[in-house]
């Protein structure tokens, strides 16, 4: 596959089929990803890989928590508190453009919620991916990891998977810190859901629109 269009065919897919993945692929696509770049090459990276039995009883405990109305204090801003343009109208039409696709009406808040509640079963990916970095680490590492996450999405690509990145995890970070053991300093970042499309679901058809460059580019 051209890199090209490992980049440009990476969207993310919201209905995996249940095929298992093997062992050796997902090892494979994180040693390809593990090639990312980090200043001074410290490769703050780490990632917990839930599948099986764990991935079930973790799915279980999020579900339980965001039926019950639970959720954490997230570690880290995602997003800005208030928010403004253009990015409040994109973020606008990138929730809308899926709802669209899934028939969902804006008002329709129960069924909104319950698209939402999809991120807490990875979509149904057989593969759960979390990543985490050390916290005591500074700002710098979070863009070496966003590179290592891409990374793993475009190598997920060169073996025929698709992904979905969720930030969703960072408001449930205490429950699967305590499900998964991680170690105080790890700071959990995202989650990677990872498997096969489901081809025929129509929230995967949902393709997102981009700026043209000349909106973000400067010429000198
Ligand atoms: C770090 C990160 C976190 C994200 N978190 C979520 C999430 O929790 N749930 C979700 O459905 N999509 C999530 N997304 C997917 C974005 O909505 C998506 O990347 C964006 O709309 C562009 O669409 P595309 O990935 O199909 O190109 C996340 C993306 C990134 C990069």
């Not at 764990?54 to 954490?72: E, F, H, I, T, Y």
């Not at 109208?89 to 809308?96: D, K, Q, S, Y």
């Not at 990374?151 to 992904?163: E, I, K, N, P």
């Amino acid at each position: 596959m051209h890199v090209d269009t490992a980049i440009t065919s990476r969207k993310s897919v919201r209905r995996f089929l249940d095929t298992p993945i093997d062992r050796a692929t997902i090892t494979h696509i994180l040693r390809v990803a593990n090639r990312a770049p980090s200043g001074s090459n410290i490769q703050p990276w780490k990632v917990h890989v839930v599948t099986g039995a764990v991935k079930d009883q973790l799915c279980q405990r999020l579900l339980n928590a965001v039926d019950n109305g639970q959720s954490d204090a997230p570690e880290y801003h995602y997003y800005p508190q208030n928010w403004f343009e253009p990015y409040l109208e994109r973020r606008r039409r990138c929730g809308f453009g899926l709802y669209e696709t899934l028939g969902i009406g804006r008002e329709d808040k129960a069924k909104r919620a319950a698209q939402a509640r999809r991120n807490f079963h990875f979509f149904d990916a057989p593969v759960a991916l979390l990543i985490t970095m050390d916290r005591r680490l500074e700002t710098g590492s979070f863009m070496d990891c966003g590179m290592f996450i891409q990374s793993v999405m475009l190598a997920a690509r060169g073996q025929g998977l698709h992904t979905c990145p969720q930030a969703a995890f960072a408001w449930h970070h205490a429950l699967i810190r305590d499900e998964l053991q991680l170690d105080d300093t790890e700071l959990l970042l995202c989650g990677i859901s990872l498997g096969y499309e489901d081809t025929q679901a129509p929230e995967n058809a949902f393709i997102t629109e981009r700026e043209d460059i000349e909106g973000f580019v400067t010429f000198h």
